[in-house]
T-cell receptor
Framework: GAVVSQHPSWVICKSGTSVKIECRSL??????MFWYRQFPKQSLMLMAT?????????EQGVEKDKFLINHASLTLSTLTVTSAHPEDSSFYIC??????????FGPGTRLLVL | AQSVTQLDSQVPVFEEAPVELRCNYS??????LFWYVQYPNQGLQLLLK??????LVKGINGFEAEFNKSQTSFHLRKPSVHISDTAEYFC????????????FGKGTTLSVSS
């Protein structure tokens, strides 16, 4: 149980285009999901907290107009990187909060912007 | 505010040797504690968690951790490691309050060689 999927696992795009990443909780409902970014050899950096049916809460320094988050249902949150640039290239990981504050993580999406 | 310190950035060990990955946390409120493992190019997998009760927590893959409140530590141990245990290990803490985010340590790279 407690499986979280992400799609796509890999994406390569041209600079200036937008990319949408989906995060799904497959066997449980998650009112809260989280989006992280991870640079090579580093820990996870929390970008935003996504709550079903309400606006996401962004961490300081994260541009909300750049990283659009939509949590339209109890099993799906999406992250859209708008007008992507090479510096947005990174590993993006989502997590969904289950019972007793336990977070279950997706497999990650590697974004490469050319 | 909470913080997590993983005292070793890299831990090299030989196969079948015991290993301990150290984690200390600071918090003025009660917390839940977690250990996650990350294999290359993958998301995070929950190894074990401490919520309450017995301070010795057993997880998957033969790992266990002990919660020590007086020393504010949550060290991860395995009596005999395998090559397949080579990965990045993250200690994390969360306040016992709904809606808050995980606070991660910087990670420890466990390298198991034959």
């Amino acid at each position: 149980g407690a499986v979280v999927s992400q799609h796509p696992s890999w994406v390569i795009c041209k600079s200036g285009t937008s990319v949408k990443i989906e995060c799904r909780s497959l066997d449980f409902q998650a009112t809260t999901m989280f989006w992280y970014r991870q640079f090579p050899k580093q820990s996870l950096m929390l970008m935003a907290t996504s709550n079903e049916g309400s606006k996401a809460t962004y961490e300081q320094g994260v541009e909300k107009d750049k990283f659009l988050i939509n949590h339209a249902s109890l099993t799906l949150s999406t992250l859209t990187v708008t007008s992507a640039h090479p510096e947005d290239s990174s590993f993006y990981i989502c997590s969904a909060r289950g019972i007793q504050e336990t977070q279950y993580f997706g497999p990650g999406t590697r974004l490469l912007v050319l | 505010a909470q913080s997590v310190t993983q005292l070793d950035s890299q831990v090299p060990v030989f196969e079948e040797a015991p290993v301990e990955l150290r984690c200390n946390y600071s918090s003025s409120v009660s917390v839940y504690l977690f250990w996650y493992v990350q294999y290359p190019n993958q998301g995070l997998q929950l190894l074990l968690k401490y919520l309450s009760g017995s301070t010795l927590v057993k997880g998957i893959n033969g790992f266990e951790a002990e919660f020590n409140k007086s020393q504010t530590s949550f060290h991860l141990r395995k009596p005999s490691v395998h090559i397949s245990d080579t990965a990045e290990y993250f200690c994390a803490v969360i306040r016992r309050q709904a809606g808050t985010a995980l606070i991660f340590g910087k990670g420890t790279t466990l390298s198991v060689s034959s």
